[in-house]
């Protein structure tokens, strides 16, 4: 598990805590749903955006850090549990999910056909995951990456993320994160670090989701601010969003 989601989870809480509410509003009504799951939830502004809306939340992550900010912001709000998103059992059903900004490229395809397994048992049939998955396509170069500020009380932060490998034979990409601590009790520090995730192109992606419980019904460019505009399925993006049915019960 990587050092930004468990002693440093902190700092990638503040470094995530941009702005989603139009994010969430269109979340909110692409799923109609009453309670709502969302797996690796980190520091729980995504649960706490829903709940804002009217939505019951649950939501599970690995990091005990990560389940104690996520359980701090919500309160009575919402249910956090410390659980493997490939290996979970809550006993009980949601009516819509939610995975945000690339957290499943964090599972490898044997992972993510097992979660997805996870996540029919725990779905109703006929309802909506929502999950945002960058695709990529051979040849593609890999982005310049991303650079931006944050800030929360006294901590403002310098965060740049970077791709900087894709491997699409071994189904890997690499990123490298550096989250330079501008003011605030730990100012002065710089946190760097590698992730090794799973490159997915259009063509694997789909093989996995026809192998699974869920069907694609739709496609959503998330990478242009305010607007989702429906993609065909083939498009690669860093930030799209795939609606998947849940078609039959598991
Ligand atoms: C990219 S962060 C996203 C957090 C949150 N969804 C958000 O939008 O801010 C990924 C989260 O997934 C969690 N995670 C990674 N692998 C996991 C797994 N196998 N099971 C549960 N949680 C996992 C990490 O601990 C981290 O909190």
């Given amino acids: 598990m990587t050092r930004l989601y468990e002693d440093d989870a902190e700092l990638y809480d503040i470094a995530f805590d941009w702005d ?7 979340l909110v009504e692409r799923l109609q749903a009453t309670i709502v799951l969302e797996p690796g ?18 939501g599970i992550d690995r990091s005990p850090r990560m389940v104690e900010l996520s359980r701090r912001r919500l309160g009575t709000r919402g249910e956090v549990f410390e659980a493997d998103m490939a290996h979970f ?15 499943l490229l964090h599972l490898s395809p044997a992972e993510l056909g097992r979660h997805l397994h996870r996540m029919a048992q725990h779905l109703e049939p006929r309802t909506r995951y929502l999950v945002q998955v960058g695709l990529v396509e051979a040849g593609e170069v890999p982005s310049a990456g991303s650079h931006w500020e944050a800030s929360r009380g006294d901590t403002s932060l310098r965060v740049e993320w970077v791709d900087e490998e894709l491997d699409l034979v071994s189904g890997t990409s690499r990123q490298r994160s550096r989250i330079e601590v501008l003011s605030g009790p730990r100012a002065g520090e710089i946190v760097e670090e590698v992730h090794e995730m799973t490159a997915w192109t259009p063509a694997a992606w789909a093989a996995a989701i026809a192998a699974s419980p869920f ?6 460019d998330g990478g242009r601010k305010g607007q989702w505009p429906r993609v065909d399925t083939t498009a690669t993006g860093g930030l799209l969003w795939h609606e998947l049915h849940h078609a039959s019960p598991a």
């Avoid at 989603?20 to 269109?26: G, Q, Y």
């Avoid at 939830?41 to 649950?58: F, K, P």
Wanted: net charge negative; proline share 2%; with cysteine.
């Fill in 20 to 26: 989603i509410s139009d994010e969430a509003d269109w």
């Fill in 89 to 103: 059992d809550l006993a009980r059903t949601f009516d819509g999910a939610v995975c945000p900004i690339n957290t």
């Fill in 41 to 58: 939830c980190g520091g729980g502004r995504m649960l706490e955006a829903l709940a804002d809306r009217g939505c019951q939340v649950v």
């Fill in 215 to 220: 069907e694609e019904s739709a496609t959503y």
